[in-house]
């Protein structure tokens, strides 16, 4: 398996304890997930009927600003296995450092893979990705240089994954011109991972090919009703916008008193140069706080969110800080 967040196994077998004892700020989930509501009981006897599909995917549409056609599938990296086999292998050029599975599922699929550092080095791509805003460092791209990237490539895939809380970044609402396909996950932001939902926007030619890949039954019933209602309740998603941005400059200013430097970020994580990465994961660690560091990087160590004050708490005495 490649390097991921949520390795918490691993944490455990080498640090000691029991999943209980951990707080996971190794992933960009929020960990003050939205109460799950009841669900009935059709969602786990029937198959997953066309109308709740359609009922989940207008949801979607609503929370996303967008009209144009659309796929549910089992979480964002659902897409991402699926996007390569939409046309014939040929030129992906993937916007680095990234999120690794977009490259390593194009290569897998006998893509020719370019890892690039400006949007510029993209052009020219039969597929051309960019997470934005962009995992692990937060790097966000203006929609217009987005737009003009467009029209110098086939397909362009925005990954936003980690949008939520600054939806005016979102190209969802015109996704399926000049070959634009935009993902979106749903667990990450609402807290809710192991659902396993997200969504593709796209062209109707692009979604029918998807759609087809994906086959029947690509979401879970308790997906679809959990999923439905979350969508909808705007009251919820407005104000954990605005706390994940509070909460964001909060972790900021702790890492600051710890000597650590930020370095980017979203409303669900943040990075840090640390300039002993290594050393400062092993001082979350023994207090049993789980963090995420990159082999390619010596100092950068990403954090997510914690969930509640006792979590903040515990976070300042692992930094030996007040909180």
């Known amino acids: 398996m490649r390097d991921h967040g949520g390795n918490l196994d691993w944490a455990i077998r080498r640090y000691g304890g029991s999943a209980e004892d951990w707080i996971d700020l190794s992933t960009g989930i929020n960990r003050a997930s939205y109460p799950v ?49 939409i046309m014939p292998p040929g030129r992906a050029h993937i916007l680095a450092p990234t999120y690794n599975e977009h490259a390593a599922s194009f290569r897998y699929a ?22 934005n805003p962009n995992n692990p460092d937060g790097r966000v791209h203006e929609r217009q240089a987005l737009l003009e990237l467009s029209g110098q490539v086939r397909r362009l895939v925005i990954d936003e994954s980690f949008v939520d809380a600054t939806p005016e970044l979102s190209l969802a609402s015109i996704a399926g011109d000049k070959g634009l396909l935009v993902l979106r996950s749903f667990g990450k932001f609402f807290g809710l991972a192991g659902l396993r939902l997200g969504f593709v926007v ?41 706390r994940l941005k509070k909460d964001a400059r909060r972790l900021d200013a702790l890492a600051r008193q710890t ?25 979350l660690a023994r207090h049993h706080i789980w963090s995420r560091i990159f082999p390619w990087s010596p100092g950068w160590l990403r954090l997510g969110l914690p969930g509640d004050e006792r979590e903040w708490e515990r976070l300042a005495r692992a930094l030996g800080i007040g909180a």
Not at 70 to 80: C, K, S, T
Not at 202 to 226: F, M, R
Not at 262 to 282: I, K
Request: charged fraction near 15%; glycine fraction near 8%.
């Open 110 to 131: 006998g893509w020719e893979v370019t890892e690039a550092t400006t949007l510029e080095e993209l052009a020219g791509a039969d597929i051309a990705v960019v997470v």
């Open 259 to 283: 000597g650590w430097h930020p370095v980017g970020g979203t409303a669900l994580f943040r990075l840090y140069e640390t300039h002993n990465c290594e050393a400062a994961r092993e001082r």
């Open 37 to 85: 509501p009841p669900l009935s009981h059709s969602a786990w006897t029937c198959l997953p009927t066309q109308s709740s599909l359609v009922r989940l995917n207008e949801a979607a549409r609503q929370a996303f600003a967008c009209s144009g056609p659309m796929l549910a599938l089992a979480g964002a990296q659902a897409a991402i296995q699926l996007l390569p086999r």
């Open 202 to 242: 796209g062209s109707e030619a692009d979604i029918a090919v998807l759609a087809d890949l994906a086959g029947p039954w690509p979401v879970s019933g308790p997906s679809i009703e959990i999923g439905t209602v979350a969508l909808r309740d705007r009251t919820w998603v407005e104000a954990t916008s605005a």
